[in-house]
């Protein structure tokens, strides 16, 4: 949608929208390259705005941590028309999108985003980000699966999944399934699907518990929060080592 020069910087915090007239009539003000003199000027997203030379951030980044339902997709559109987790996000002028994608049907802790360098960083597999995954699956989970979970699976695609923590929740004898939580930082295509359905145990219900030190304390489903100041510069360090 294309603005008014002056309050795409007054929305930048450059100055008020009365003072970035000013410094637009003043000639300080580029538009992709080129110095625009006179008010009117409507730009987009897409235009690149300097002011004395500097790039201005056309957006205040915004971070949320959101505990996703079931039966959502985790993009910013599909093309079935199904619910998408930016659907929840409709409020806010910023637009965000997630840091990483859960499955349609699995839940939890979902971290969405306007700072695209953030999004780089922890989705990039050198930075090896811990989450952890409560699973219930099919079958009595035996301690020798979860060994084998432990020190890695051959996954589908031939490769072998990293070391993982495993744990037995529970077993539930009566309808033949357990509950397992599985710890990992690879983040693969269906990864803790394939890695429970590889010793043997398909998984029937899948929630997503943390995202490195951050978890789903306080929310329920369909619920976000804004993230603490504090919060994102830890998840730069994460992103850092
Ligand atoms: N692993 C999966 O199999 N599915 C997810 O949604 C996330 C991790």
């Known amino acids: 949608m294309a603005e008014r020069l002056q309050k795409v910087m007054a929305n930048a915090g450059i100055a008020s929208r009365r003072a970035s007239e000013k410094m637009i009539l003043a000639g300080r003000v580029r538009v992709n ?10 730009v987009d997203g897409n235009d690149v705005i300097e002011v004395d030379g500097h790039l201005i951030e056309r957006e205040e980044k915004v971070y949320y941590l959101f505990y996703k339902p079931r039966g959502v997709i985790s993009a910013a559109k599909d093309d079935k028309g199904r619910k998408v987790v930016t659907d929840y996000f409709t ?9 990483g994608r ?13 700072d695209g360098e953030l999004a780089n960083r922890l989705m990039h597999p050198r930075y090896k980000v811990n989450k952890t995954y409560v699973a219930k699956v099919k079958g009595l989970v035996q ?38 939580s599985l710890t990992i930082h690879e983040g693969r295509n269906h990864q803790v699907k394939n890695m429970l359905q590889a010793v043997g145990h398909p998984v029937k219900k899948l929630k997503r518990e943390t995202y490195g030190f951050l978890t789903l304390a306080g929310l329920t ?14 998840l730069y360090e994460l992103g850092n080592k």
């Open 33 to 42: 390259g080129k110095v625009i003199k006179e008010l009117g000027q409507k």
């Open 91 to 99: 409020d806010h002028s910023e637009r965000v999108y997630p840091i």
């Open 102 to 114: 859960l499955d349609y049907d699995t839940s939890g802790l979902l971290l969405l985003t306007n």
């Open 143 to 180: 301690n020798e699966a979860l060994k084998q979970l432990r020190v890695g699976v051959r996954l589908k695609d031939g490769k072998k999944s990293a070391r993982a923590k495993a744990k037995l929740l529970s077993l539930d004898k009566k309808n033949d399934t357990s509950i397992v």
């Open 221 to 234: 489903s369909g619920q976000y929060r804004e993230l603490t100041r504090e919060e994102v510069k830890a």
